[in-house]
């Protein structure tokens, strides 16, 4: 694998809403253990993390205050960066299709 490939940032873009100030704050609690930017655009948020982006369901509802399903995630993600894994707890964004 390239060097290019192990550095890749990867993460969703986010409509700037209540919900997506949910997920922003979730991404720095769930993976405060790697390289995070976030770019303030008027109408949206692209999220930048080194090599995986984790997105857990949990956490967004506690930042939000009330239950959130994939599906509210997902109407507020209209585009991400990387490969997207989801099961019924997380959402993740991997540099590489081959990460597990």
């Not at 060097?3 to 209540?18: C, D, I, M, T, Y």
């Not at 100030?21 to 390289?35: G, H, L, P």
């Not at 982006?53 to 599906?71: E, H, K, N, P």
């Amino acid at each position: 694998m390239s060097n290019s490939q192990e550095n890749r940032f990867v993460g969703p873009v986010l409509k700037n809403s209540e919900v997506g100030d949910a997920i922003v704050e979730a991404i720095y609690e769930d993976n405060n253990e790697r390289k995070i930017e976030v770019e303030e655009h008027a109408s949206y948020f692209r999220v930048k993390v080194e090599k995986e982006c984790v997105i857990r369901f949990d956490t967004v509802s506690q930042m939000l205050g009330r239950d959130v399903t994939r599906a509210d995630i997902e109407a507020n993600m209209p585009s991400l960066e990387g490969f997207i894994r989801v099961d019924s707890e997380k959402m993740r964004f991997l540099a590489t299709a081959t990460d597990t």
